[in-house]
T-cell receptor, first 118, second 111 residues
Framework: DVKVTQSSRYLVKRTGEKVFLECVQDMDHENMFWYRQDPGLGLRLIYFSYDVKMKEKGDIPEGYSVSREKKERFSLILESASTNQTSMYLC?????????????????FGPGTRLLVL | QKEVEQDPGPLSVPEGAIVSLNCTYSNSAFQYFMWYRQYSRKGPELLMYTYSSGNKEDGRFTAQVDKSSKYISLFIRDSQPSDSATYLCAIVTGGGNKLTFGTGTQLKVEL
């Protein structure tokens, strides 16, 4: 079974702090993703990565950065946390680089990190 | 216009009811569709994957795609309290490397 783990389930930080959220997958997947999930807004893509040291902006990258130094690990960084970054953060991974229709585009999610910024 | 739209609910049904969850999408070029289920305080998990028009069945769940109407549906037969969750539709976009999600429909199945 694919396993995606996230470093924390719950996190409380103060405004202005630098925050690191870690994600690790154990299935040698090429792609990794960071989303935030808010009521009424659904899942919104922050950043994703196709390969080590590679990153692409998603729909809402402002205020975030990412790092992928190893294939299995993808980190999300909040450079200076703000209250509007209070949210549920979800990491996911998937196998495929190219569309195939075989289901390899399926994304496997971690349990999420609930971040509260005070 | 959003790429995918989904009625957020909440939807409350009695145990044993047939549930219909729906999404519409904007781009007729989309070919691959998924349904995810998300229990409270957990990450989403894949429920169904379809890539053509018509129906796909898996136990009590049926996924339906109508490409002419750009409409996707998930039907749950004989709904159970354990089906209470948020259901998200997703469309494969970005050349196969990205998914675009609906906002999710919250379902509660009551005894």
């Amino acid at each position: 079974d694919v396993k995606v783990t996230q470093s924390s389930r719950y996190l409380v930080k103060r405004t202005g702090e630098k925050v690191f959220l870690e994600c690790v997958q154990d299935m040698d997947h090429e792609n990794m993703f960071w989303y935030r999930q808010d009521p009424g807004l659904g899942l919104r893509l922050i950043y994703f990565s196709y390969d080590v040291k590679m990153k692409e902006k998603g729909d809402i990258p402002e205020g975030y950065s990412v790092s992928r130094e190893k294939k299995e690990r993808f980190s999300l960084i909040l450079e200076s946390a703000s209250t509007n970054q209070t949210s549920m953060y979800l990491c996911a991974s998937s196998q495929a680089k190219y569309t195939s229709g075989s289901g390899r585009e399926t994304q496997y999610f971690g349990p999420g990190t609930r971040l509260l910024v005070l | 216009q959003k790429e995918v739209e989904q009625d957020p609910g909440p939807l409350s049904v009695p145990e044993g009811a047939i549930v219909s969850l729906n999404c519409t999408y904007s781009n007729s070029a989309f070919q691959y569709f998924m349904w995810y289920r998300q229990y409270s305080r957990k990450g989403p998990e894949l429920l169904m994957y379809t890539y053509s028009s018509g129906n796909k069945e898996d136990g009590r769940f049926t996924a339906q795609v109508d490409k002419s109407s750009k409409y996707i549906s998930l039907f749950i037969r004989d709904s159970q309290p354990s089906d209470s969750a948020t259901y998200l539709c997703a469309i494969v976009t970005g050349g196969g490397n990205k998914l675009t999600f609906g906002t999710g429909t919250q379902l509660k199945v009551e005894l």
